[in-house]
Each structure stands twice: as structure tokens, then as C-alpha cells.
């Protein structure tokens, strides 16, 4: 249960009291992998909420910007902060090491911005379509999206080289087991497919291959996984699936 809410204070702004967790060591955080998607699951449920609130009152393009709004109020921007970062460093053209200490500088360069823009605005487009092609499945897939995002991420951990000497990210890269990686991703594919039947498990599925495709790319450029990449794949592969949705 420790490990559960230590990865609910890590990876959301819900209110977790740090008494519940003031004895769970941050190196043990790890063991918390398995509950992903159903951090996916709150934060999907949430953001789905305030989507349908802003709909009984507005049109679908801002019901949508509401879900995304929603998303990065709930994380605190947490993934969004790693894919600009991701995307400064990666874009650069630099060295390996040049690049992850670009990933390191607070600033926002142009290619993080230029990325924020875009995964932005592909949200909202995306939601805003399923809006208009789903029916009543729009609110299964829309909480299904972050379960599929999260329940990826072990993808970037398991058998992974971390890319820097130390970081949050070493906490999971290379740490997770054959054991934690399988329940993760059976917590998650089981998850989807209640949410949104044989069209989710399949978009997560083309959404797996996907995963492959960006966990080679960044392994090439950086010769590893940082904690920067581990929120930009969150980003990348929630959008990604729901425009397999369509």
C-alpha cells in the first residue's frame, strides 16, 4: 500500500499525506511500478470529469482543452516538463553529452516549446474528434488513455540503460523485473480493454509497437533512457493511442 501512494505523491498533485509514506525509502519507489495504470486510471477519470462538466456547457473543442488542462493540473506538468526537455536536447544536433546537459538546464529552448505546442494541440484535436466519432464510448477512452500511457512506460525501464550517473529516473531504468514489468503490463492491457473493448486493446497494441520504435530512437541518440525520456514517452504514447482510436 506504501509503495502506491509513494508513487501517487511522486507522479500527481493529489494530496498524499508524507506521514503515510515518511518510512518508505525513495530507493524502493520501484516497487511501486505495478500501480501505473491505476495511476493512469485516477488521473484518466479526473481529467474525463472535468471534460464532461465543461461539455454541459461549452462545445467539444473546450470540453477537450479542459481534459488536457486537467491532465497537466493533476501531474503538475510533470511529463510535459520531460518532453521539453527531451525534445531541447534531442534536437540540438549535439554530441551525447552535450545533449544531456541540455536535458538538465531549466530553460525552455525552441524545440521544447515547439513540442509543448504540438502534443498540446494534437490532444485537443484528437479528443475533440473522438468527441465527434465515438458516441457514448468517448468517456471510456478517454480515461483509458493515461492507463495506456502509464502501464507503457515500463517498457522504457525494464532491461534499460539509464543515460546519466544519477537521477530520478535511475530509481526505475534498469531496476524493474521480468516479474514487475509482465503485472504491469497485464494490470494495463486488462484496464483498457474493460475501458474501451476490442478498439482500445488494439489501439494499445499499435501503441506497443510504437513504444519499440521510440525506445530505440532515444537508446540510439543517448545511449539510454533519463527521466526526461520516461515523461516524454508517457506524452507520446497517450496521444499516439488515442489517434489509433480514430
Known amino acids: 500500500m506504501k509503495a502506491m501512494l509513494a508513487i501517487f505523491q511522486f507522479m500527481t498533485r493529489i494530496p498524499v499525506s508524507e506521514s503515510w509514506t515518511k518510512d518508505f525509502d525513495f530507493n524502493r519507489f520501484v516497487e511501486g511500478i505495478i500501480w501505473f495504470p491505476v495511476v493512469g486510471l485516477v488521473v484518466g477519470a479526473f481529467a474525463t470529469a472535468v471534460f464532461y462538466v465543461t461539455s454541459q456547457f461549452f ?4 470540453a477537450a482543452a479542459g481534459y488536457v488542462l486537467a491532465l497537466a493540473l493533476i501531474t503538475g506538468g510533470f511529463h510535459l516538463d520531460g518532453l521539453a526537455d527531451t525534445c531541447d536536447g534531442i534536437f540540438s544536433a549535439r554530441k551525447r553529452e552535450q545533449m544531456l546537459e541540455i536535458m538538465k538546464d531549466s530553460r525552455l529552448g525552441t524545440n521544447g516549446g515547439l513540442a509543448l505546442i504540438f502534443i498540446i494541440l494534437f ?11 465515438a458516441g457514448d464510448m468517448l468517456w471510456f477512452y478517454l480515461i483509458a488513455a493515461p492507463v495506456a500511457g502509464r502501464s507503457l512506460l515500463v517498457l522504457l525501464m525494464y532491461r534499460q540503460t539509464y543515460a546519466r550517473e544519477n537521477g530520478l529516473g535511475n530509481v526505475f531504468i534498469g531496476k524493474v523485473t521480468a516479474r514487475q514489468t509482465v503485472i504491469t503490463l497485464l494490470m494495463g492491457a486488462v484496464l483498457v480493454a474493460s475501458l474501451g473493448q476490442i478498439t482500445a486493446i488494439r489501439a494499445w497494441l499499435i501503441t506497443l509497437i510504437f513504444v519499440f520504435g ?9 545511449g539510454g533512457q533519463t527521466g526526461d525520456t520516461l515523461g516524454a514517452g508517457n ?10 482510436l480514430f
Open 123 to 133: 490532444r485537443v484535436l484528437a479528443v475533440g474528434h473522438l468527441a465527434a466519432i
Open 214 to 222: 521510440y525506445q530505440r530512437f532515444i537508446h540510439k541518440r543517448l
Open 59 to 62: 462545445d467539444s473543442a473546450l
Open 235 to 244: 506524452e507520446l504514447f497517450e496521444v499516439f493511442f488515442l489517434l489509433m
